[in-house]
């Protein structure tokens, strides 16, 4: 560890990082690049996922009484321990929640970018380097919880501020500015207490030696205490334990929360920065060698105490602190130093080609949307380093190296295919078109960028134009709404029957909570994002459960078909949809609190109003397709209507 009156910047000797050069037109040419290459690999899709949970804490900050019956707050809300939204609302106020939502996504990306260029730029003497870094943290697989959680998020949340913000910290700690890097932590604590704890702690890692560490966690946890005594929240939930009926909601509801339920894929997923940051460590210069050092001793360990105190002990606070969250710093930092790690192979053996087809693997995977579980690129990795480690050791080492470096790269190499044919074999040719130019995008892209920043060559005109022809091509991709979105984000009004019929009820909306959210501006009975509080909060995570007990018999698409999914299962999994007007009634019965239900099944035993909203709303009321049918897609008018039934004409 470093001692606390040493900087852990470049050594002596070692040269500094100078300024990329080349002037204005190869930065702008290099930023232009940097924004194609983040808007084919995120492009806008609205306000999607923990958005409209962040949007929504913005809404019922201005407007308390509106929201207070919504079961995401009724219970209480992660929003009181975070400023976000209090920084959100007034832009809400002033633009409206669409606009709202895409000048606070673009000043985000912006602080990102800027804070991945400056931390790229502090751990890499030559521009190309960082551009390339930048380049691989951008188009490599970002998930670092499997199928829950990437870094560099195409949503607003304060997660996207906290890692940039991060970067700055990182990159000023490793300058040996531990002022800047001080008050930037405390602007991101400010804004999501849980995200900056695992960069708080690579902080002090890189800055203090193992016994002060040690004395300032120490501190730390009485202070902790003290205040957990003196009955002040979250604090006091240190000495509080999540009895076994919350737990089992949280274990069936948030099951990405729980580490016990996805520690084995995840193995598998880290595999590939692991691989990334073990070579720097080994020998990377004094400053990269320090950060992957730092990563891969911090991150397990944050993971084994969140097991530990927070599932083996069952100890409230640390559940909600979810210190493996740490883990995005160990995916960031080894597709990071994914450049200093293939320059450190040797050129001959093998084991540089098997990491770059790696590398290679890796961003396809990204782009084929099975970057959940990246198994080739985890294998080509693991190929690379049996070869590299077989150029030491005796004689049976060696052997056994080169035999396992051959068959991590053959079997490598099937998966691909498989994966390839996966991505082939997709229903619509439009799907397997689109990914193809995304990977080409990224491919030329990420070229001309590196290109664009190597030191001492001339920009010229030909690779401007064709940064341009790349930017104007990403652009055409960078909005991926979907109909319904776009009906959301935009002006279109909601039939006025239905705004009639719902206002000041309790409503239930299959599929619609941003309907009721942002269009109605009024709570909603039940949905599976409601759910979020579940960790945190035991009534939200006892009531949910209770009324998706009861809704669950209506079989809707808020539900799932298999029972392990995030949703609850349906009551009947062969189903779409209510068929009976009786249905309905049951459930009106055992919820007498509820009194509106929209529906997309149409039931003509029962009296309803209908809404076609300008997009497909898909058919309900039928058995379940078989898993192989293929949609028939015709042009034309949108399809289908949502439904809605009153309880007080059914029960």
């Known amino acids: 560890m470093a001692h606390p009156a040493q900087s852990i910047g470049p050594a002596r000797g070692e040269p500094p990082a100078p300024d990329m050069g080349g002037g204005v037109v190869r930065a702008a040419v290099c930023a232009l690049l940097v924004v194609a290459l983040w808007a084919v690999t995120r492009p806008y899709e609205g306000y999607v996922h923990d958005a409209q949970l962040y949007l929504v804490q913005a809404l019922h900050r201005l407007e308390p009484a509106r929201y207070a019956a919504d079961?995401?707050?009724?219970?209480?809300?992660?929003?009181?321990?975070?400023?976000?939204?209090?920084?959100?609302?007034?832009?809400?106020?002033?633009?409206?929640?669409?606009?709202?939502?895409?000048?606070?996504?673009?000043?985000?990306?912006?602080?990102?970018?800027?804070?991945?260029?400056?931390?790229?730029?502090?751990?890499?003497?030559?521009?190309?380097?960082?551009?390339?870094?930048?380049?691989?943290?951008?188009?490599?697989?970002?998930?670092?919880?499997?199928?829950?959680?990437?870094?560099?998020?195409?949503?607003?949340?304060?997660?996207?501020?906290?890692?940039?913000?991060?970067?700055?910290?990182?990159a000023a700690i490793c300058l040996g500015r531990n002022l800047a890097a001080g008050v930037l932590l405390v602007c991101a604590f400010a804004l999501h207490p849980i995200m900056t704890l695992p960069t708080l702690a690579l902080v002090a890692v890189l800055r203090f030696r193992l016994t002060v560490l040690l004395a300032v966690a120490a501190a730390g946890l009485g202070a902790v205490l003290a205040l957990a005594f003196a009955g002040i929240d979250p604090f006091v939930r240190i000495l509080q334990r999540m009895?076994?009926?919350?737990?089992?909601?949280?274990?069936?509801?948030?099951?990405?929360?729980?580490?016990?339920?996805?520690?084995?894929?995840?193995?598998?997923?880290?595999v590939f920065p692991v691989v990334s940051c073990?070579?720097?460590?080994?020998?990377?210069?004094?400053?990269?060698?320090?950060?992957?050092?730092?990563?891969?001793?911090?991150?397990p360990a944050l993971v084994l105490t969140s097991w530990l105190a927070g599932e083996v002990l069952m100890n409230l606070l640390f559940l909600n602190l979810q210190l493996w969250r740490g883990l995005w710093l160990l995916t960031l930092a080894g597709n990071c130093l994914v450049p200093a790690a293939y320059a450190l192979l040797p050129r001959e053996g093998g084991s540089r080609g098997l990491f770059l087809a790696a590398v290679v693997v890796n961003l396809c995977e990204a782009r084929f949307g099975i970057a959940v579980m990246p198994f080739a690129s985890a294998g080509f990795a693991l190929a690379s380093a049996c070869?590299?480690?077989?150029?030491?050791?005796?004689?049976?080492?060696?052997?056994?190296?080169?035999?396992?470096?051959?068959?991590?790269?053959?079997?490598?190499?099937?998966?691909?295919?498989?994966?390839?044919?996966?991505?082939?074999?997709?229903?619509?040719?439009?799907t397997v078109l689109d990914v193809l130019q995304r990977v080409a995008l990224v491919l030329a892209g990420g070229a001309l960028l590196v290109l664009a920043a190597r030191r001492g060559r001339q920009i010229?005109?030909?690779?401007?134009?064709?940064?341009?022809?790349?930017?104007?091509?990403?652009?055409?991709?960078?909005?991926?709404?979907?109909?319904?979105?776009?009906?959301?984000?935009g002006a279109a009004p909601v039939d006025p029957a239905f705004v009639a019929a719902t206002e000041g009820k309790t409503v239930y909306w299959e599929g619609g909570l941003e309907f009721l959210w942002f269009r109605l501006r009024q709570p909603s009975y039940?949905?599976?994002?409601?759910?979020?509080?579940?960790?945190?909060?035991?009534?939200?995570?006892?009531?949910?459960?209770?009324?998706?007990?009861?809704?669950?018999?209506?079989?809707?698409?808020?539900?799932?078909?298999?029972?392990?999914?995030?949703?609850?299962?349906?009551?009947?999994?062969?189903?779409e949809g209510p068929a009976r007007g009786a249905q309905l009634a049951d459930v009106c019965r055992a919820l007498p609190e509820l009194d509106v239900l929209v529906l997309r099944a149409d039931l003509p035993d029962v009296p309803h109003l209908r809404w076609q909203p300008g997009f497909d709303v898909p058919a309900s009321g039928m058995p379940v397709p078989p898993k192989d049918a293929r949609p028939v897609y015709v042009p034309g008018k949108p399809r289908g209507f949502y439904n809605l039934y009153r309880c007080a004409d059914l029960r």
Do not use: K
């Open 460 to 489: 010229g005109v030909v690779l401007p134009v064709l940064a341009l022809g790349v930017a104007v091509w990403a652009g055409l991709l960078a909005d991926q709404r979907t109909n319904r979105m776009a009906f959301l984000t």
């Open 243 to 270: 009895d076994a009926e919350w737990f089992g909601v949280v274990q069936v509801r948030t099951p990405a929360a729980l580490v016990q339920n996805w520690i084995l894929p995840a193995c598998l997923l880290l």
């Open 526 to 575: 039940f949905s599976c994002y409601q759910a979020a509080g579940s960790m945190f909060f035991r009534g939200t995570a006892i009531e949910h459960a209770r009324r998706a007990a009861v809704l669950r018999r209506l079989n809707t698409s808020d539900f799932a078909l298999e029972p392990d999914a995030f949703c609850p299962q349906r009551a009947d999994p062969l189903f």
């Open 71 to 170: 079961l995401f707050f009724a219970y209480g809300s992660q929003d009181g321990y975070s400023v976000s939204s209090a920084l959100y609302a007034p832009l809400v106020a002033a633009l409206g929640e669409s606009r709202a939502h895409l000048v606070a996504l673009v000043v985000g990306y912006a602080l990102w970018l800027s804070g991945l260029w400056v931390l790229a730029r502090t751990i890499f003497a030559s521009g190309s380097a960082a551009a390339a870094a930048v380049l691989a943290v951008i188009a490599l697989v970002p998930i670092y919880n499997p199928g829950a959680l990437h870094y560099g998020e195409s949503s607003v949340s304060p997660r996207l501020y906290v890692e940039a913000t991060s970067f700055f910290a990182i």
């Open 387 to 430: 070869t590299l480690a077989a150029t030491g050791g005796g004689r049976w080492f060696h052997s056994a190296a080169r035999i396992g470096g051959s068959a991590f790269a053959a079997v490598a190499t099937l998966l691909f295919l498989g994966e390839v044919a996966a991505v082939a074999l997709q229903p619509r040719l439009l």
């Open 278 to 299: 073990g070579l720097v460590a080994l020998r990377g210069t004094p400053m990269q060698a320090r950060l992957a050092r730092a990563v891969l001793l911090l991150c």
